[in-house]
């Protein structure tokens, strides 16, 4: 319980500094965020989708059932030297209305030889609220939808 309290509270605070950057009055909410691709990009091994597995899994209800959609992991560091990696899941959620598809975001650490060798939850969410996961991939010049 104490643990689905501080996810909680994390979120909130991840989207209430997501809404920060929210669209404004006068540009169009729907607006496509450009996502530049990157050359140098793979696919995940199943080892490393099994560490991605482990840390989306607290944020989601029923684990076990989730359909992971997989996109291609980017060998680039973003400007802040992180490497990070956008993908969607389809799972129930903590919170029924983000139930079904959900993007998100995690931070992974990555080998000398370029494998990840861990990953921690940036941010998940689902509904109307899942455009705020695509814009924060964004920045990293991601896109749960279709990788880098």
């Not at 530049?36 to 080892?47: E, K, Q, W």
């Amino acid at each position: 319980m104490k643990y689905r309290a501080m996810s909680a509270l994390a979120a909130s605070i991840a989207l209430s500094a997501c809404a920060a950057s929210a669209p404004t009055a006068g540009s169009p909410a729907s607006a496509a965020v450009p996502v530049v691709a990157s050359a140098a990009s793979r696919d995940l091994t199943p080892p490393e989708k099994k560490i991605i597995m482990d840390a989306v899994a607290p944020s989601l209800r029923n684990p076990a059932s989730a359909k992971y959609h997989w996109t291609k992991l980017s060998t680039t560091p973003a400007d802040d030297g992180s490497y990070n990696y956008c993908a969607t899941v389809d799972a129930q959620s903590p919170y029924p209305a983000y139930n079904g598809h959900q993007a998100y975001i995690v931070e992974v650490k990555l080998s000398f030889g370029g494998k990840v060798t861990s990953a921690v939850m940036g941010l998940i969410a689902g509904g109307k609220d899942a455009a705020l996961v695509s814009k924060m991939c964004a920045k990293y010049n991601l896109n749960p939808d279709g990788g880098v």
